[in-house]
């Protein structure tokens, strides 16, 4: 692998982890909204990230291959699959003067739970911290090995 594959991972990986951030920040800013353009309480969503593979088809790849000897599959980073709703029911809350409250006086609120996405924003973050970190060292190997050709 060379260092500008590493980079392009690394660049990969932070562009999909800014958008996890982004996506949990409007769980978050959502928590306490009833009425939504669609009709209801807001849906909590989630992003869905899938490997990006190099195309073992292409003549550079398998000449790669072969002088490498791979034996497993080479990947060039991650993207993000799809950003998917969570369709499930919201907690009700006994409110009767509320306007989106039902027949009943309950209003159902959105499914987004606090703790789990604070959890999640954690997460993100640090796994964006690591690759910030990956991109640095990857750039102070490139240095150094400028410096041996002076």
Do not use: C
Request: charged residues 20%; aromatic residues 6%; hydrophobic residues 35%.
């Amino acid at each position: 692998m060379s260092f500008f594959s590493s980079l392009n991972t690394s660049g990969t990986a932070l562009t999909a982890q800014s958008l996890r951030m982004d996506i949990i920040s409007q769980n978050m800013a959502n928590i306490d909204t009833t009425r939504t353009a669609e009709g209801g309480p807001y849906k909590r969503k989630t992003v869905i990230f899938s490997e990006i593979s190099n195309d073992k088809n292409s003549f550079r790849s398998m000449f790669n291959t072969v002088l490498s000897n791979e034996t497993t599959n080479s990947l060039s980073g991650v993207k993000v699959e799809k950003i998917e709703v969570d369709n499930s029911e919201g907690p009700k809350e006994y409110n009767p003067n509320h306007p989106d409250a039902d027949e009943n006086g309950y209003v159902t609120k959105p499914n987004v739970n606090v703790v789990e996405e604070m959890v999640n924003m954690i997460s993100a973050n640090r796994a964006y911290e690591a690759n910030i970190t990956a991109v640095n060292i990857t750039k102070g190997m490139i240095n150094k090995t400028l410096e041996i050709g002076k």
